[in-house]
């Protein structure tokens, strides 16, 4: 089954980074509140960007890496 990095933008213009196997679910689990203690906080308005990977050890990777990164570099990561 594969894995998805996804990037969401959310209230007040931060992003949130996290990784699934079902990213319409995940998403809908963020907007309801019930995904991420942040996205609570800040609720996503939408998703800017996803990647798709075969193993989980691989996203988990990807998505530390993401982490990381500066706010203006995060869009990029997934050109």
């Not at 982490?67 to 995060?74: G, I």
Request: proline share 5%; with cysteine.
């Amino acid at each position: 089954m594969p894995w998805i990095l996804y990037l969401l933008e959310c209230k007040g213009g931060s992003f949130y980074a996290g990784i699934t196997n079902n990213l319409e679910a995940r998403f809908q689990a963020h907007i309801e509140g019930r995904g991420a203690k942040y996205t609570r906080a800040y609720p996503p308005i939408k998703i800017l960007a996803q990647k798709v990977y075969l193993d989980r050890s691989e996203v988990s990777k990807a998505e530390s890496q993401l982490k990381s990164l500066p706010k203006y570099k995060k869009l990029a990561f997934f050109e």
